[in-house]
């Protein structure tokens, strides 16, 4: 069932690719963005063109996406943004994820015989997690922007009232979710045409968000936490057998912390730090890598190696990750030269099969639609955000009269010991429900630095976000344009299942019986899959190019 819906979700991410210039003289760096909707793209690029800075644009972006991409993020959802603060040098991470409510227990997903309920941390108001996009949203605008949300929530405001046009991935994902929707009212009324899935080019119209919209222009992020508008959450919630309480919503708030950082070959590598689990995967992997020669292997070798690295980062994120403010990640430990020692002690040139790995202590288990941005302005600031309401509209849930799509990220909380997520991840005792934490994210908004070239980049995906940042990572540290390292081919292993996923056609069959001869378990996927967003610049000539992932409907624009 799990395989079947990961299939069918995956098999939802497609599309076609633009870049576009934008005419613009400025003697500082070129300003671009890359994000996974054209009307966003344009939004931010507005801004910009207004004189707002990255911080700004990242507002319009976040919110025209939450408008116009709803099966992907949303004002009911949350998210990270990595920042980089140009003029003080200071990278910074906007810590949006959603929080368990107060009323949230370790089994409430569980039967009386102790089994994951099916669908309960998917569907409807039980599933979704306290919003943290309108808090962040504020805080970008109160500290890092210099317009008023008059202006960077305006285009969003008007997709919202007039309205955007269906396409083949709206439908896709609108027919994957169907069920879902219909059982809101609210939901079924926005986003169906007659309870059915709207034909391509329908008007999909959000009076109730835009509302929403204006509301928290005039009173910041207290008109979403507060007041009418969280009286109607809370009563909605509550209404469909959900648990949300106002205290949830007035308590809730950003986090700042400060990102991960490590240097993989004389590159610097900025990403996420948890409740983002490639905060510690992605530099563990990059730590394992720097013993090997990996650019002179050939190419079985060389997969061979990424797989045994990816293998034993996700075992680790298994047992040992959760939100950092309940549980005690040994960080230091996990990232030292110690540590990867013994972790690439028994990294043979046979697969290490992962049930020979130390076991996940005390298991407790487990995640589809989210999306990215990648900004620079012209003083340098960046903004990489990847945000979510998890899988494809969320819980499907609207809460009525407010136009909020609710997210069902308390999936990614493990729902019980050893059980799989709906992206196949297990966890452990850091990862089990408690009231008020963070549940781990895969989430994974990251910058690259060389001597001469700085790179912005994340992706969608699930529990692949992390080894397609890996895979992009290692891409542009030998020189590859964003184009480049958007169109790469992609493949994953996760420790458990203990099989390397590929997109179709990416290893060939010679490759392939090498792996198969040295103890891997293959499996070509039906379709390709996640959508990448990357702005790369030149530090010297500060001239930009950005690209949008092949696979999705996105766009890419530098202003010249
Ligand atoms: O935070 C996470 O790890 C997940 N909620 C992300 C889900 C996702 O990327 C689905 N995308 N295709």
């Known amino acids: 069932m799990i395989t079947h819906l990961l299939r069918s979700f995956f098999f939802l991410l497609f599309f076609s690719y633009s870049l576009q210039a934008v005419e613009q003289g400025n003697a500082g760096f070129q300003p ?3 994000s996974a909707h054209p009307l966003a793209t344009d939004a931010g690029i507005e801004i910009l063109q207004k004189g707002g800075n990255a911080f700004d644009a990242a507002i319009a972006v976040t919110a025209t996406l939450a408008v116009v991409e709803p ?15 140009a003029d003080r040098d200071r990278n910074v991470m906007l810590d949006g994820r959603e929080r368990a409510p107060l009323n949230a227990s370790r089994d409430m997903y569980l039967d009386e015989q102790g089994n994951v309920k099916p669908g309960a941390s998917i569907d409807g108001p ?4 306290i919003p943290g996009v309108v808090a962040v949203i504020e805080k970008l605008a109160k500290q890092y922007g210099k317009l008023p949300l008059s202006v960077s929530l305006a285009a969003a405001i008007r997709h919202a009232n007039e309205g955007f046009r269906v396409d083949e991935h709206y439908r896709r994902m609108a027919g994957f979710r169907l069920q879902s929707l219909l059982s809101s009212e609210d939901a079924a009324r926005t986003f169906l045409h007659d309870n059915k899935v709207p034909e391509v080019d329908a008007l999909i119209v959000q009076p109730d968000l835009a509302k929403t919209l204006e509301i928290i222009v005039r009173q910041g992020a207290k008109g979403f936490y507060r007041g009418e508008v969280a009286q109607k959450l809370v009563a909605s919630v509550q209404k469909h057998g959900g648990i949300w309480s106002l205290k949830d919503l007035e308590d809730y708030e950003v986090i700042e912390r400060a990102p991960m950082v490590v240097v993989y070959k004389g590159m610097k590598f900025v990403t996420a730090s948890p409740p983002s689990s490639g905060g510690i995967a992605l530099p563990q992997m990059l730590n394992m890598l720097s013993r090997y020669n990996i650019e002179e292997k050939g190419a079985a070798a060389r997969t061979h190696l990424l797989v045994e690295v990816m ?12 939100d950092p403010d309940f549980v005690d990640i040994p960080a230091d430990r996990l990232i030292s030269s110690v540590y990867t020692s013994m972790l690439v002690k028994d990294i043979k040139r046979s697969a290490t099969p992962s049930s020979s790995l130390k076991p996940v202590a005390e298991p407790a288990g487990k995640g589809s639609d989210t999306t990215h941005f990648s900004i620079i302005d012209k003083d340098g600031n960046r903004v990489s955000a990847t945000l979510s309401i998890n899988y494809p509209f969320g819980s499907g849930f609207i809460a009525e009269g407010t136009g909020i799509l609710l997210n069902d990220e308390m999936d990614d909380f493990s729902a019980k010991p050893g059980e799989p997520n709906v992206y196949g991840l297990v966890g452990a005792e850091a990862n089990a429900i408690e009231p008020g934490k963070r549940m781990l994210s895969s989430m994974s908004p990251s910058f690259l630095e060389t001597a001469n070239r700085t790179a912005i980049l994340g992706t969608p995906g699930g529990s692949r976000i992390i080894t397609m940042v890996l895979l992009a990572t290692l891409d542009f540290h030998q020189g590859a344009s964003a184009e480049q390292m958007v169109k790469l081919g992609r493949f994953h292993h996760q420790y458990l299942p203990d099989k390397i996923f590929y997109e179709p056609g990416v290893i060939g069959e010679k490759v392939k019986s090498e792996l198969i001869k040295s103890g891997h378990t293959l499996e070509q996927l039906e379709s390709d899959y996640g959508n990448m967003q990357v702005v790369i610049v030149d530090k010297k000539s500060k001239k930009s190019e950005a690209a949008s992932d092949p696979r999705g409907g996105g766009k890419a624009t530098v202003i010249h």
């Open 71 to 85: 099966y992907s993020s949303g004002l009911g959802g949350g998210g990270f943004w990595l920042l980089h603060i």
């Open 311 to 322: 293998r034993r980062a996700y075992r680790d994120r298994a047992e040992f990750l959760g």
């Open 126 to 129: 039980l599933s979704a997690g």
């Open 32 to 34: 671009a963005i890359a």
